[in-house]
């Protein structure tokens, strides 16, 4: 069974900083593309960054300048690095993969348990 695994959420005060950690375990042969995205209630899912297993990243507009994604592609992890936070940062952020597991040719997209970050005073 393969499973994305979030930590790092939590309360922090506007202008703090977190750091979001997603780990991949199971028969895994490769993962593609990882990402974060984040949700609201009553607000549909929306991206925040993703990473390409080169390198190559995306972000939204909101969080350009602020957050930082990173991967390490030999420990199936990624990082999301949240400075500057602000109030509307408040959400749950889900971890996304796109993950090849032992015995298939197609990569499923599995999604994390999701993490609350709470920016509040």
């Known amino acids: 069974q393969v499973q994305l695994v979030e930590s790092g959420g939590g309360l922090v005060q506007p202008g703090g900083s977190l750091r979001l950690a997603c780990a991949a375990s199971?028969?895994?042969?490769?993962?593609?593309?990882m990402g974060w995205y984040r949700q609201v209630p009553g607000k549909q899912r929306e991206l925040v960054a993703d990473i390409t297993r080169g390198g190559s990243t995306n972000y939204a507009n909101s969080v350009k300048g602020r957050f930082t994604i990173s991967r390490d592609n030999a420990k199936n992890t990624v990082h999301l690095q949240m400075n500057s936070l602000a109030p509307e940062d408040t959400a749950v952020y889900y971890c996304?993969?796109?993950?090849?597991?032992?015995?298939?040719?197609?990569?499923?997209?599995?999604w994390g348990q999701g993490t609350l970050v709470t920016v509040s005073s």
């Open positions: 996304n993969a796109g993950v090849m597991v032992v015995g298939s040719y197609r990569y499923l997209q599995l």
């Open positions: 199971g028969s895994i042969v490769t993962i593609n593309t």
